[in-house]
């Protein structure tokens, strides 16, 4: 048995959320002269926390779903067999690890430890290069802006290096705000040198001078991690580009929540200390943009993306993923999936193999899959066989997005997933554009009626009418891509919509309007822990148990904690009360 060299701990936020905090008090306590570190995250968020072992032999033992105690971490320092984590096999064939590469593997803070790991030699190679070559050799590699919208990056660098004026603005958007998305995060927590990285690069191939990394203020740990790596770069002189007579400025702007500040325009204007809302183009930030200066925006995944293509060749990079859509893509995995998390896979890979394959869904039971985030489509398990690239998703009425990818079991009901995505876009509108403002809310309230159980045929013509007119004329993305998951539901699951229309039916039973709750008596053992968690006093223990529906709120309270499953959602006794 090999000697442990030092023990890794995995606190970004996943990690922390699981216990990783108890866990690194109890290892720490217990490990005395042998190096404890902690990391960020490898993107197995559902075996969180994760503990590694690295031995004096080169090898490494994992631990999964460790407990913070000290019992825990005695059996861990024994190299104990129990709670030994595997990564799952279908999933570590199918990844392909360049951009997470170091993710969760080393400090994210320590400076000494991302350049033993090779970070910063994509920088020294591309400062043999000229400017020119180097976005020459990002055009090569095919990539795509990771965003959402796919713009290519290198043709964006060009627009931005051809202005040839004494000070240029470069911008990273970490405001990410999908729902159920958390790639940029982990990558700020956990490589944010990668980040930082990919920024230098592209500052000495446009000829920025002022960087900004746009980070939603929820995102703690990632501005900490950022942070402390600008103040690591400062003093190590890597903010110092040669034929630069000033080192370059970086400034971290905590953004407020607003979804919309995720479109350029917004967020510069949010840079600007105005209201964050997107402005009519032209001009293009690339012409005008912060301050009326030449102005590019990427985001988080496309900068780590930087350091990936040089280190390993433009061409060799091309060569990953599709035709038209090069490389790997990191998604955020969440829904109804066993092991949900962080994957990053190469472009061409199918839905089916993420859904199924990476995050363990047993065929049968998932109906659709929802991509790019609540301006995305919700595809049908019947497409599972597309391949993920830009232009494939499109084809189906979905969007890439930044990457969130959110499965939805066969217990959902895909018009009221419509009608949450609706009402998150119309709350986050900016109001600016009547097409966003007021169509949104037309939409909204359209779907809020079929989901109540009193909806129309009318309804339903009304969603088909005035989404694509909504796409055409809304002014940003925002309000160009909020009628997806209607128009996407609508597409793939009209039948459902019609069974809450026309018959008052929600097949999933997921619409508190069209359901009732029941216990059943036959498995009922009358422990009162339904009463007890009742919210509104709906379960009358002296009639039998019974449930007055009329004061029910649907909280589902009731059906969690039943110990025997005696309680349920079943079809409205009453269909059009």
């Known amino acids: 048995m090999a000697d442990i060299k030092r023990i890794k701990v995995g606190t970004a936020s996943c990690g922390l959320a699981a216990g990783a905090g108890a866990v690194l008090e109890a290892i720490r306590?217990?490990?005395?002269?042998?190096?404890?570190?902690?990391?960020?995250?490898?993107?197995?968020?559902?075996?969180?926390?994760?503990?590694?072992?690295?031995?004096?032999?080169?090898?490494?033992?994992?631990?999964?779903?460790?407990?913070?105690?000290?019992?825990?971490?005695?059996?861990?320092?024994?190299?104990?067999?129990?709670?030994?984590?595997?990564?799952?096999?279908?999933?570590?064939?199918?990844?392909?690890?360049?951009?997470?590469?170091?993710?969760?593997?080393?400090?994210?803070?320590?400076?000494d430890e991302y350049k033993a790991n090779g970070g910063f030699s994509a920088l020294e190679k591309v400062l043999t290069m000229t400017p020119e070559q180097v976005v020459d050799a990002v055009k090569a590699s095919g990539l795509r802006g990771r965003g959402g919208a796919g713009f290519p990056t290198g043709m964006k660098w060009s627009f931005l290096a051809a202005k040839k004026v004494p000070d240029k603005v470069q911008i990273c958007n970490a405001d990410e705000g999908d729902p159920g998305a958390f790639m940029d995060r982990s990558m700020m927590e956990s490589v944010p040198y990668q980040v930082l990285e990919g920024m230098l690069i592209g500052a000495y191939a446009t000829g920025a001078t002022r960087l900004f990394i746009y980070c939603r203020a929820e995102y703690p740990l990632a501005i900490k991690h950022l942070t402390i790596a600008i103040e690591e770069m400062k003093k190590a002189g890597l903010n110092k580009l040669p034929g630069r007579e000033a080192p370059l400025e970086i400034t971290i702007k905590e953004g407020a929540g607003a979804f919309v500040c995720g479109e350029e325009t917004a967020m510069i204007h949010s840079l600007e200390g105005k209201r964050g809302t997107p402005r009519f183009r032209p001009p293009f930030p690339t012409d005008s943009g912060w301050n009326t200066l030449p102005t590019a925006i990427n985001n988080v995944e496309t900068f780590a993306n930087i350091p990936v293509i040089f280190q390993i060749g433009a061409d060799a990079y091309a060569a990953i993923g599709t035709e038209k859509s090069k490389g790997t893509k990191i998604f955020a995995l969440a829904g109804d999936v066993k092991t949900p998390g962080l994957v990053e896979v190469p472009m061409g890979i199918t839905l089916g193999e993420i859904v199924y394959d990476i995050g363990g869904a047993e065929p049968g039971t998932v109906k659709a899959v929802q991509t790019g985030g609540p301006s995305?489509?919700?595809?049908?398990?019947?497409?599972?066989?597309?391949?993920?690239?830009?232009?494939?998703?499109?084809?189906?009425?979905?969007?890439?997005?930044?990457?969130?990818?959110?499965?939805?079991?066969?217990?959902?009901?895909?018009?009221?997933?419509?009608?949450?995505?609706?009402?998150?876009?119309?709350?986050?509108?900016?109001?600016?554009?009547?097409?966003?403002?007021?169509?949104?809310?037309?939409?909204?309230?359209?779907?809020?009626?079929?989901?109540?159980?009193?909806?129309?045929?009318?309804?339903?013509?009304?969603?088909?009418?005035?989404?694509?007119?909504?796409?055409?004329?809304?002014?940003?993305?925002?309000?160009?891509?909020?009628?997806?998951?209607?128009?996407?539901?609508?597409?793939?699951?009209?039948?459902?919509?019609?069974?809450?229309?026309?018959?008052h039916v929600c097949e999933a039973l997921a619409c508190p309007a069209l359901v009732d709750v029941a216990i059943d008596p036959a498995k009922c053992i009358k422990c009162k822990l339904c009463v007890k968690t009742c919210p509104v006093g709906a379960i009358d223990p002296a009639n039998n148990f019974s449930v007055d529906n009329a004061k029910c709120t649907k909280c589902n309270s009731c059906i969690e904690v039943c110990p025997k499953k005696a309680v349920s959602r079943v079809r409205k006794q009453s269909a059009n009360a």
Not at 48 to 72: H, M, N
Not at 451 to 480: H, N, R, V, Y
């Open 29 to 111: 306590k217990q490990a005395g002269s042998i190096p404890v570190s902690e990391t960020g995250c490898m993107g197995h968020c559902y075996a969180e926390p994760i503990v590694e072992l690295e031995l004096t032999d080169g090898s490494s033992i994992f631990y999964g779903r460790v407990k913070g105690t000290d019992e825990a971490a005695a059996a861990i320092l024994a190299q104990s067999e129990e709670g030994r984590f595997v990564f799952p096999e279908k999933r570590s064939k199918l990844e392909k690890l360049l951009v997470t590469r170091l993710a969760g593997h080393i400090n994210p803070v320590s400076l």
């Open 376 to 503: 995305g489509g919700c595809i049908p398990a019947s497409e599972f066989g597309v391949k993920i690239d830009y232009d494939s998703l499109g084809k189906l009425g979905a969007i890439m997005g930044s990457g969130g990818l959110i499965v939805i079991g066969n217990n959902r009901c895909m018009v009221e997933t419509a009608r949450y995505f609706l009402n998150f876009t119309r709350r986050e509108s900016c109001g600016k554009c009547t097409f966003c403002r007021v169509g949104t809310t037309r939409m909204y309230e359209a779907l809020e009626r079929i989901t109540s159980g009193k909806g129309s045929m009318d309804d339903i013509a009304f969603l088909e009418d005035i989404a694509p007119k909504i796409k055409k004329g809304a002014l940003c993305g925002l309000g160009q891509t909020a009628p997806n998951p209607a128009l996407s539901t609508l597409r793939y699951f009209k039948n459902e919509y019609l069974a809450h229309v026309q018959d």
